[in-house]
């Protein structure tokens, strides 16, 4: 079962601008995380902001997360042509003695020279 | 910085074979995943183990095994590969103390299944 799904799952820029990317989920969370992936490679970890936070950012990275909406967005400033990768969001669930995340299907993002 | 290693980046079987995936991290941490990655459908997650020994399926356990003898290390078996098994497949770690749970991922197994 899917707890984010991500929109647009398609996104296609031009350096400089900015992309945005968004995330809904089902269920009540304690965290939301951010993951890269370079085509053909494992993912990398971006950025979590906490239920009880509602932005954070990190260089070029700015996060909010709207709880009563159970929503996430994801802007990218400045992108650059190295941005170009997909991003997935993921939610956390308590399961037993260890959490497991819940991955969305991610937003594919080309941001051409 | 934490490493996970993969013991195979490309990997092609025939249909029915047995197939050993092996992950390796070095941070000694609690948790280990295992994902399979399709396009359109995202991560899924297969099993999951919380501690040596232990294990618990996640949402696609079907035609899947995995062992965890030693902490470092946690393999995923299938037990008679056939075409649908075709994927990537993605090992992942993270520390129970960490209550953040960012999961460290390796780099991925490209498994066709002929």
């Known amino acids: 079962s899917q707890q984010g799904e991500e929109d647009p799952q398609a996104l296609s820029i031009q350096e400089g601008e900015n992309a945005t990317m968004n995330c809904s989920y089902k269920?009540?969370?304690?965290?939301l995380q951010w993951y890269r992936q370079n085509s053909g490679r494992g993912l990398v970890h971006l950025i979590l902001i906490r239920s009880n936070e509602r932005e954070k950012h990190s260089g070029r990275l700015r996060v909010t997360l709207d709880t009563s909406k159970k929503s996430s967005s994801l802007l990218i400033t400045a992108s650059r042509a190295a941005d170009t990768a997909s991003y997935f969001c993921?939610?956390?669930?308590?399961?037993?003695?260890?959490?497991?995340?819940?991955f969305g299907q991610g937003t594919e993002l080309s941001v051409k020279p | 910085d934490v490493k996970v290693t993969q013991s195979s980046r490309y990997l092609v079987k025939r249909t029915g074979e047995k197939v050993f995936l092996e992950c390796v991290q070095d941070?000694?941490?609690?948790?280990m995943f295992w994902y399979r990655q399709d396009p359109g459908l995202g991560l899924r997650l297969i099993y999951f183990?919380?501690?040596?020994?232990?294990?618990e399926k996640g949402d696609i356990p079907e035609g899947y095994s995995v062992s965890r003898e030693k902490k470092e290390r946690f393999s995923l078996i299938l037990e008679s590969a056939s075409t649908n098994q075709t994927s990537m497949y993605l090992c992942?770690?993270?520390?129970?103390?960490?209550?953040?749970?960012?999961?460290?991922f390796g780099p991925g197994t490209r498994l066709t299944v002929t």
């Open positions: 993921a939610t956390d669930v308590v399961y037993n003695q260890g959490g497991k995340l819940i």
């Open positions: 183990s919380y501690d040596v020994k232990m294990k």
């Open positions: 992942a770690s993270s520390s129970l103390a960490d209550y953040e749970d960012e999961q460290y």
């Open positions: 941070m000694d941490h609690e948790n």
């Open positions: 269920t009540s969370i304690n965290n």
